[in-house]
Antibody, heavy 123, light 107 residues
Framework: QVQLVESGGGLVKPGGSLRLSCAAS????????MSWIRQAPGKGLEWVSY????????NYADSVKGRFTISRDNAKNSLYLQMNSLRAEDTAVYYC????????????????WGQGTLVTVSS | EIVMTQSPATLSVSPGERATLSCRAS??????LAWYQQKPGQAPRLLIY???TRATGIPARFSGSGSGTEFTLTISSLQSEDFAVYYC?????????FGQGTKVEIK
C-alpha cells in the first residue's frame, strides 16, 4: 500500500536551517509529482512547494520562495525540503503529499499524504 | 492569487442529519476543486476531486457539486466518524489554495 513517511522535523532557532525528508513506498515514486504542504498549529492547510516527477519543474509559495528548496531522489524513493532562514511563522506540521495521476497526467490535488513532521522555529 | 472562502466556520449537526458545506472561489476555478476531511492528529484524506467525483473508497453519502466559483459538499446522513474538519482546495491556478476549513461538530 502507498506509504509516505516524513522525518527531519524539530526545534530550530530563527535564521536556522532544517532538511525534511519523505520516504515513499508502495508505488512507482518516479512517476508522480510530489508536494509539501504545511499546517500551522490550529490553522488551515498551506501548499508550500511541488516538484515534477523528473525534477524538471518546481514551484514555491511566495511565503517560502528563495528560502526553501524542494528536491527528490528517485533512486532512493525520497522527497526533500531544504529550509533555510527559518522564521517563527514557518512553525507547522509539514506533510508530503502525492499529486493524483489521471490518465497519465499529473493533477495537483493530493490522493495520499504522510503523517507529517513538526517544525518549530523558536529561540 | 485565488482565495478560497468556506462557510460556515463551524457546523453543528446531529448524527443522521444532512450537512451542507460551502466553498467559494474569488475567481473561476472551473471544476478543479477538491475536498478533504481531516480528523484531529491525522493527515487530510481526499474525499472529492473534479468538484463531484468521489475518491476511491469514499462512501456514497459524500457528494460534491458546483463549478466556477460556488461549490458544495453534502454529507447526506452524518455518521459518528464524519465529525471532522473539511477543507476545499482549488487546483485550477498556481499557487494552489485551500479554504480555511469548516468544522463539523456534534450537536
Amino acid at each position: 500500500q502507498v506509504q509516505l513517511v516524513e522525518s527531519g522535523g524539530g526545534l530550530v532557532k530563527p535564521g536556522g536551517s532544517l532538511r525534511l525528508s519523505c520516504a515513499a513506498s508502495g508505488f512507482t515514486f518516479s512517476d508522480y509529482y510530489m508536494s509539501w504542504i504545511r499546517q500551522a498549529p490550529g490553522k488551515g492547510l498551506e501548499w508550500v512547494s511541488y516538484i515534477s516527477s523528473s525534477s524538471s519543474y518546481t514551484n514555491y509559495a511566495d511565503s517560502v520562495k528563495g528560502r526553501f528548496t524542494i528536491s527528490r531522489d528517485n533512486a532512493k524513493n525520497s522527497l526533500y525540503l531544504q529550509m533555510n532562514s527559518l522564521r517563527a511563522e514557518d512553525t507547522a506540521v509539514y506533510y508530503c503529499a502525492r499529486e493524483a495521476m489521471v490518465r497519465g497526467a499529473a493533477n495537483p490535488y493530493f490522493d495520499y499524504w504522510g503523517q507529517g513532521t513538526l517544525v518549530t522555529v523558536s529561540s | 492569487e485565488i482565495v478560497m472562502t468556506q462557510s460556515p466556520a463551524t457546523l453543528s449537526v446531529s448524527p443522521g442529519e444532512r450537512a451542507t458545506l460551502s466553498c467559494r472561489a474569488s475567481q473561476s476555478v472551473s471544476s478543479n476543486l477538491a475536498w478533504y476531511q481531516q480528523k484531529p492528529g491525522q493527515a487530510p484524506r481526499l474525499l472529492i476531486y473534479g468538484a463531484s467525483t468521489r475518491a476511491t473508497g469514499i462512501p456514497a453519502r459524500f457528494s460534491g457539486s458546483g463549478s466556477g466559483t460556488e461549490f458544495t459538499l453534502t454529507i447526506s446522513s452524518l455518521q459518528s466518524e464524519d465529525f471532522a474538519v473539511y477543507y476545499c482546495q482549488q487546483y485550477n491556478n498556481w499557487p494552489l489554495a485551500f479554504g480555511q476549513g469548516t468544522k463539523v461538530e456534534i450537536k
